[in-house]
């Protein structure tokens, strides 16, 4: 809690943005807006060897509930004519990069894009301070416990963790957390993770996750 009020303070701090600024956008997006990669639901991860083909797979597995699995979400910013991405991911940590990186990051093997969507929060009052806050989050690595207070952070802990109040009420709520497949079985690779850095699997612990966040009642969606 500690580490929280200090980067709530930092990004209030920070926070240069006027409402001219907030309202900038590049393509119909706008700063802190939420950008979400998906899947497919009929598109199989199967036949990839790389960690990141394996890790999608899996979350898609365990949290995909429509015709798309939301395997990433990322926070957007628009500043000097440019659509930053600010996201955590296993290849970069926690980043901010353009736009045109986090796309090359998610393209997929056969040379297209991912499925992409972009929503909003139906309140955007505060959001430069929300996108402040996550830029305070750069440089720490990806958390592959999937567990809060760690300095580490996943791409729906980092939204989380981002979009808090003044008064330190997070917009997104936290679920239990559910790592197994549609046969309820928990797939290869979680076990191998959570065996190579000797944790237990935070199977019901709180936590988020793409799938979830995009169903949240406090975004609607945006053409782009």
């Not at 952070?153 to 939204?159: G, R």
């Amino acid at each position: 809690m500690k580490h929280l009020m200090t980067v709530i303070a930092a990004a209030a701090i920070a926070c240069s943005c006027s409402p001219k600024n907030e309202v900038a956008e590049i393509n119909g997006i706008r700063t802190g807006d939420l950008v979400f990669a998906g899947l497919p639901y009929s598109y199989s991860l199967d036949h990839e060897n790389e960690t990141e083909g394996s890790i999608a797979a899996a979350i898609a597995a365990a949290t995909a509930h429509d015709s798309v699995n939301y395997i990433h979400t990322a926070i957007a910013e628009v500043a000097n004519d440019t659509l930053w991405i600010i996201d955590a991911t296993l290849a970069h940590g926690v980043d901010r990069h353009p736009w045109e990186v986090f796309i090359s990051d998610f393209t997929l093997k056969d040379g297209s894009e991912p499925i992409i969507r972009v929503r909003r929060l139906s309140d955007t009052t505060g959001v430069c301070s929300f996108v402040e806050a996550a830029k305070q989050y750069v440089g720490l690595p990806y958390d592959l416990s999937f567990r809060e207070g760690n300095d580490a952070y996943y791409c729906t802990e980092l939204v989380r963790a981002s979009y808090v109040t003044p008064e330190g009420e997070h917009l997104f709520e936290a679920i239990p957390m559910n790592f197994n497949g549609p046969d309820g079985e928990l797939p290869l690779y979680w076990r191998q993770i959570f065996e190579r850095i000797g944790e237990p699997v935070p199977s019901g612990e709180d936590g988020t996750n793409p799938n979830q966040m995009y169903t949240s009642p406090i975004l609607v969606p945006v053409a782009f």
